[in-house]
């Protein structure tokens, strides 16, 4: 049988794709090399991340937050596999969620490792080894992405020593050291969850500052945060070598600006340094589809790769790795084979770290705002003079708007604070209207809320805000 649209690969561009093609009439199917679908972020990523940065958050709160605020208990006890069994629940209640949801759909599922043979043929291996064809008007490659090591380092990963962030899930105890090695945002979040835990954490980063691209003065904040929480920071480092030794892993660094290496030992060395998009054991050289210079799946602007019909999404493409982008390109690409103008806003892609303090961000950083000549006004107001904030002993962060100096445009939102990664929306949907940091500062807000600091900070850029 043909069908209107094969996928392949199952994470939130994959499953999102399919679910809206057919929503929108069209005759599916998903191949995934998983036994279950929701591919890397409802596996092995987003998910189980938050679960544990959730929980280990609750740890820590009953084990130092909850004084302050007249609430005595004893000191808390942490039972580590209840915690994984939580996180393991977590997961099948979301990739369940969307077997529901094919089957709801009609689409079906095949198990095995998809290849794109041509224009309209793909074959399905399983894991018996047999192999299928399968016939499509279109095919739409979501393969995802993969654990990067470190360029140039020979890393052998054994998930229990020298770890991936797949092992850091799944830890069965809490290391007494850890190295992360990559201050990005899955090291620091992973990095958190068992610094909590009680783990002595050590970063080890290349830049001069973590989470490099974003907004530099949320970074420095977010850095002094954790630092307060016991993670300490080598950075400007690169390292050069990570081997297993006799009471863990050895990690070697040098000075990036030159000078002596140095070495730390740690029970535990998480390698987060990056990913790298799925395209091995595919075909797609065979079948004439081309890679960019990183290795992803070159695409126009309609997702359309080198072959007619042959479409690509999600981590395996350009742009930010995060499954709501991927998302976004699944509902648009699904819209465009439909007939559709499908369309994703690059402009306005919302980023979130779910450390505590969270920090989120969209559009523009004043880095790139300095780099590309625009004139810009800030607006700026602290967490310490909003009443809610102080209510819940939450005053560590800010929040800042950039607006453009002629049309008040807001061209950049960016927050460190407790719930930072939802308060960013209010800036995103402004962002998405083109509006204006006049619109946002005169929207009512209720009051008592964190969110009023989005209002004062907008305030800031035009005028003066109110509690400052
Ligand atoms: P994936 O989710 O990687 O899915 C691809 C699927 O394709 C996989 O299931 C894979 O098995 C399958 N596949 C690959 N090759 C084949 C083949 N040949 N045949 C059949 N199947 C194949 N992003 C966020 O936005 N927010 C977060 O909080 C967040 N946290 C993260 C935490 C961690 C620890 C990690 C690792 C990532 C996190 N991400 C987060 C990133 C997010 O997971 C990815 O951006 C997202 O999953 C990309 O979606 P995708 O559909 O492109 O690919």
Known sequence: ???????????????????????????????????????????????????????????????????????????????????????????????????????????????????????????????????????????????????AGIPGVEVEFDEKVIISSTGALELEKVPASMVVVGGGVIG????????????????????????????????????????????????????????????????????????????????????ATGRKPCTDNMGLAKAGVVLDSRGRVEIDHHFQTSIAGVYAIGDVVRGPMLAHKAEDEGVAVAEIIAGQAGHVNYDVIPGVVYTQPEVASVGKTEEELKAAGVAYKVGKFPFTANGRARAMLQTDGFVKILADKETDRVLGGHIIGFGAGEMIHEITVLMEFGGSSEDLGRTCHAHPTMSEAVKEAALATFFKPIHM
Not at 7 to 27: D, F, T
């Open 188 to 271: 620091l979040e992973l990095g958190s969850v068992w610094a909590r835990l009680g783990a002595k954490v050590t970063v080890v980063e290349f830049l001069d500052t973590i989470l490099g691209g974003m907004d530099g003065e949320v970074a420095k904040q977010l850095q002094r945060m954790l630092a307060k929480q016991g993670i300490d920071f080598k950075l400007g480092a690169k390292v050069t070598g990570v081997v297993k030794s006799a009471g863990g892993a050895k990690v070697t660094f040098e000075p990036v600006k030159g000078g002596d290496a140095s070495t730390l030992e740690a029970e535990v060395v998480l390698v």
């Open 1 to 147: 049988m043909a069908y209107d649209l094969i996928v392949i690969g199952s994470g939130p561009g994959g499953y999102v794709c399919a679910i809206k093609a057919a929503q929108l009439g069209m005759k599916v199917a998903v191949i995934e090399k998983r036994s279950t679908y929701g591919g890397t972020c409802l596996n092995v990523g987003c998910i189980p991340s938050k679960a544990l940065l959730h929980a280990s958050e609750m740890f820590h709160h009953a084990a130092h937050g909850l004084d302050a605020l007249g609430v005595e208990v004893a000191s808390p006890k942490l039972n580590l596999q209840k915690m994984l069994a939580h996180k393991d629940a977590t997961v099948k209640a979301n990739v369940d969620g969307v077997a529901f949801l094919f089957k709801k759909n009609k689409i079906d599922g095949f198990q095995g490792i998809g290849k794109v043979l041509g224009q309209g043929k793909v074959s399905v291996t399983n894991d018996k080894g047999e192999e299928q064809v399968l016939e499509a008007k279109n095919i739409v490659i979501a393969t995802g992405s993969d654990v």
